[in-house]
């Protein structure tokens, strides 16, 4: 996968070194597409160079609160709830990796959830709409009960 899509960041060892092998397992044992390794790697180095600015040199220091304040820290810049929820899966994706290599003993990404999306509220229906829906056949004892 090419660096010109993604400007590399300078990370301390003890975070670049697992996230290169992490890309390189996505490359090769993976198969992943170069668009999900290109997200994979926005996301994971965003949230590294988060972590060096708050002082965590390795991945093993990060724990359930760590990864609270990473979530909290894009609530606070304006990020979707989505993209937040893409950013927590990928973060899920790599200490699962990790796991896998027996650097970790457990995943502190898994007990975090992702903010909930907002979900429009439902539209009202306009005088003619409702005029429609009450407009039965009189007859009908089924239309007289669907109008009830």
Do not use: C
């Not at 090419?2 to 301390?12: C, E, F, R």
Request: glycine share 6%; net charge positive; hydrophobic share 35%.
């Amino acid at each position: 996968m090419s660096d010109q899509a993604t400007p590399k960041i300078n990370l301390p060892s003890g975070l670049q070194k697992p996230l290169d092998k992490f890309y390189e397992y996505l490359r090769s044992e993976k198969g992943l597409s170069l668009h999900t390794q290109r997200n994979y790697r926005q996301q994971l180095e965003t949230m590294g160079q988060h972590l060096n600015e708050m002082g965590v040199k390795s991945w093993t220091q990060v724990d359930a609160g760590w990864v609270r304040q990473l979530a909290g820290k894009g609530m606070r810049e304006g990020m979707k709830a989505s993209s937040i929820a893409t950013r927590l899966s990928s973060l899920r994706s790599f200490f699962d990796f990790l796991i896998l290599r027996g650097e970790l003993t457990a995943n502190p990404a898994k007990g975090v959830s992702a903010p909930r999306k907002q979900r429009p509220l439902p539209k009202n229906l306009d005088v003619d709409e409702v005029s429609q829906l009450l407009e039965v056949d009189e007859t009908d004892p089924l239309a007289i009960r669907d109008r009830a």
